[in-house]
């Protein structure tokens, strides 16, 4: 059964979940050295990996799958509504990826070189060729792209690392000594080597999860949390999917490491569906104020970058000086708690303003010249 409350609410509750958990992925490569990674168990304590045991069983690639559905969402609604008021797609949705592509590039150098944005950019062009593509059209290609994913991504994680020793050093002068610019020449590098890296192994499945959530909007399924494929995903992907990702998890900790790695990628989008299909399950009309709160998931770039910033301050020697001087625990406690933070401060701002700040300066930018 399809409601306006569904509707409206089910996007919101995604994005907002989508933002918890990839907070709590970022915060382990913000908070602590390069070096001391979370693809490498040899430099985990005991409480380390008991952390990110639920990081990577629970969280890891599969909120990144959300937030990455979500984005196919919008592609879906941006077309609704250019084609409700008449205005050209394809100018709005070049803008749109030249304005991430440009936050992107700024929120990578300075805060974050795992930054989302320059990828979703990159791979949303490509996105804009499928748009007229049948939904079952975009479900097979989905995933055959989900499935093809590991095939690519697992080779290169495997890998020897062939990064200077010189780099960690550096890392380590520019995050507990530094200042601001020093730590941003450090991101920048960082940003640089990473990118195409990081544009094929998240690329391929970003573009399959975008193709999956445009047919979501296509086939009607986002508006109607009912829908039978939402409750087989909950009932076939979930609780199998993550004993599965606990699984991995546990021997990716605890050995052997590889095997552990390995099932942890592979059964990453079957947990993502079983979490899509309990996000429809409580996509319900909330209370006043937890509406308020949920509603806040329309503000998600400006919370996922205001994430980044503060966060990205707390664990530099120019903020807080806490880099590397908490455990992997505390620091997804302190990112939990600053994404809370931020809910707050956008349900306060939402009450004033239309927009959120970032969602305000891309929307400048997407519509720019057409009024």
Not at 69 to 95: C, K, Q
Not at 313 to 333: E, P, Q
Request: hydrophobic share 55%; charged share 10%.
């Amino acid at each position: 059964m399809k409601t306006a409350c569904a509707r409206a609410l089910m996007p919101d509750y995604l994005r907002v979940i989508a933002l918890f958990g990839i907070v709590i992925v970022n915060v382990q490569f913000i908070a602590f050295p390069t070096l001391n990674s979370i693809t490498d168990p040899a430099s985990w304590t005991f409480t380390d990996a008991v952390a990110l045991f639920l990081v990577n069983g629970l969280v890891l690639l599969k909120t990144y799958g959300l937030f990455s559905f979500m984005f196919g969402v919008g592609l879906g609604f941006l077309m609704r509504s250019s084609e409700r008021l008449g205005l050209p797609f394809g100018r709005i949705y070049r803008n749109r990826m030249i304005g991430l592509l440009l936050l992107g590039v700024v929120h990578g150098c300075f805060f974050f070189p795992g930054d989302i944005l320059v990828i979703y950019s990159v791979i949303g062009s490509i996105l804009y060729f499928f748009r007229n593509w049948t939904v079952s059209r975009l479900v097979k290609v989905g995933v055959a792209l989900l499935i093809f994913q590991p095939i690519i991504g697992l080779p290169l994680l495997f890998s020897p690392s062939e990064v200077p020793s010189e780099f960690f050093q550096y890392e380590e002068m520019a995050l507990s000594e530094g200042g601001f610019f020093d730590v941003a020449i450090f991101r920048s590098i960082s940003f640089a080597f990473t990118l195409p890296l990081l544009l094929v192994i998240q690329g391929i499945s970003a573009l399959g999860w975008f193709c999956l959530g445009l047919a979501s909007v296509k086939s009607g399924m986002i508006e109607d949390v009912q829908h039978r494929l939402w409750q087989q995903a909950r009932r076939l992907c979930l609780l199998p999917g993550i004993l599965l990702s606990l699984l991995g998890a546990g021997l990716w900790s605890w050995g052997p490491a590889g095997i552990g790695e390995a099932l942890t990628v592979i059964v990453a989008p079957i947990v993502t569906l079983g979490y899509l299909g309990l996000i429809a399950a409580i996509s319900q009309a909330p209370s006043p104020i937890m509406s308020r709160f949920i509603r806040a998931g329309g503000c998600s770039l400006s919370i996922y970058l205001g994430q980044s910033l503060i966060l990205s301050s707390m664990f530099s020697a120019y903020g807080l000086d806490l880099w590397s001087a908490v455990d992997r625990g505390t620091a997804s406690a302190i990112a939990l708690l600053i994404t809370i933070v931020l809910i707050m401060a956008l349900t306060i701002w939402r009450a004033f303003f239309r927009l959120g700040p970032f969602e305000w300066l891309l929307r400048q930018i997407t519509y720019a010249g057409m009024r």
